[in-house]
């Protein structure tokens, strides 16, 4: 063979490792591309299935959110449970309940979703306005209620909006 021959077939050779190089460095980073977009894809998606259905921001999991069964084991003395369904109230009442904790005697507030299904046993028709125990909770399953407690005892049982609102003013 000719040494020209050789040159052109190294050469040849070369630009077929050169193409074959390039294809596969292309279609690497196609897939990384791929890859990354469809990991923000997906975060995104979850993230949109995670948020509440009203869009409410706050987190349900915190320590301001009770059940029945640990009404009276709260560590303070005095304080209220806003007993209300989160899908539908939370967000009006969380704010009415935001400006009353920036009062200087404000107790401080529990919530129950009524719709959770560990108090399903307390939710009824009407209330009981006069329960001193917790065998004898009974809250009416629709609208909002506010239980007010002292000294691990029921207080006041109130499920009139309007006197809730007022119970849940702002005072300085």
Not at 17 to 23: A, E, M
Not at 116 to 133: F, G, I, V, W
Request: net charge negative.
């Amino acid at each position: 063979m000719s040494k020209n021959k050789i040159k052109k077939m190294v050469k040849k050779e070369k630009e077929e490792t050169d193409v074959g190089l390039r294809s596969i460095t292309i279609v690497v980073a196609i897939l990384i591309i791929v890859c990354i977009g469809m990991y923000y894809l997906t975060e995104n998606i979850l993230a949109k299935d995670n948020k509440p259905k009203d869009s409410v921001s706050e987190d349900k999991s915190d320590y301001d959110w009770i059940i029945f069964g640990n009404l009276f084991t709260r560590p303070y003395d005095e304080y209220y449970a806003l007993v209300l369904d989160y899908n539908k109230d939370y967000s009006t009442f969380n704010s009415l309940v935001s400006n009353y904790n920036l009062g200087a005697n404000s107790l401080k507030v529990f919530y129950i979703d009524s719709q959770d299904y560990l108090n399903d046993k307390y939710m009824k028709p009407e209330t009981n306005l006069n329960a001193k125990t917790l065998e004898e909770i009974e809250i009416k399953d629709t609208g909002v209620t506010l239980i007010h407690i002292k000294n691990s005892k029921i207080v006041k049982i109130e499920d009139e909006d309007p006197q809730i609102r007022k119970l849940l003013q702002y005072q300085k």
